[in-house]
T-cell receptor, first 111, second 120 residues
Framework: SQQGEEDPQALSIQEGENATMNCSYK?????LQWYRQNSGRGLVHLIL?????REKHSGRLRVTLDTSKKSSSLLITASRAADTASYFC???????????FGQGTELSVKP | GAVVSQHPSWVICKSGTSVKIECRSL??????MFWYRQFPKQSLMLMAT?????????EQGVEKDKFLINHASLTLSTLTVTSAHPEDSSFYIC????????????????FGAGSRLTVL
């Protein structure tokens, strides 16, 4: 069953702008991860935030986690056309290690 | 970094035939692999957890006789879609876990590139 819901479902921005994607989940988690998927390809791990962390940075990526609201956000700063992809959050809820993915946000960055 | 190879990347078959998809961890041992299914513009749906040397654990609603999973070694898991029908057409993605990563206590997955199955 799907755990997370993401919004927006689709986001179109100009190169150089920031992109923010949100993810909500339903049950308690051990950690939350964000993955990227280029069209017709597998997923690539971007960043992980543990349940006792509130914010994490990696390059142009900034992830926040609010466990009280069961939500997370992914911010991509100074976006590039190459950032065009679908972005998924995934939760690891102590379920034997399996990740449950959100619905995803399709990001389009126009040059 | 960790690499997972998935083969074939795409396959077209006739209705009623069986199709096997392979998932290999190239530079690490994967005691656990996961098989996902993805419909166009939708999220990944976990089908089953593949454990080396034991039976796979299937998610609710996934037919284990339809989707046969074998994890015969620490580097190879296979998914066989038996007696495929057009409704089985989908994008199938495998992923492998290296275990708890970097002391974070987290299960970070490495994904294969996916296999697109089209059943005529």
């Amino acid at each position: 069953s799907q755990q997370g819901e993401e919004d927006p479902q689709a986001l179109s921005i100009q190169e150089g702008e920031n992109a923010t994607m949100n993810c909500s989940y339903k049950t308690s988690i051990n950690n939350l991860q964000w993955y990227r998927q280029n069209s017709g390809r597998g997923l690539v791990h971007l960043i992980l935030i543990r349940s006792n962390e509130r914010e994490k940075h990696s390059g142009r990526l900034r992830v926040t986690l609010d466990t009280s609201k069961k939500s997370s956000s992914l911010l991509i700063t100074a976006s590039r056309a190459a950032d065009t992809a679908s972005y998924f959050c995934a939760t690891d809820g102590w379920q034997g290690g399996k990740l449950i993915f959100g619905q995803g946000t399709e990001l389009s960055v126009k040059p | 970094g960790a690499v997972v190879s998935q083969h074939p990347s795409w396959v077209i078959c006739k209705s009623g035939t069986s199709v096997k998809i392979e998932c290999r961890s190239l530079d690490f041992q994967a005691t656990t692999m996961f098989w996902y299914r993805q419909f166009p513009k939708q999220s990944l749906m976990l089908m089953a957890t593949s454990n080396e040397g034991s039976k796979a654990t299937y998610e609710q609603g996934v037919e284990k006789d339809k989707f046969l999973i074998n994890h015969a070694s620490l580097t190879l898991s296979t998914l066989t879609v038996t007696s495929a029908h057009p409704e089985d057409s989908s994008f199938y993605i495998c992923s492998a876990s290296q275990g708890l990563a970097g002391g974070s206590g987290a299960n970070v997955l490495t994904f294969g590139a996916g296999s697109r199955l089209t059943v005529l």
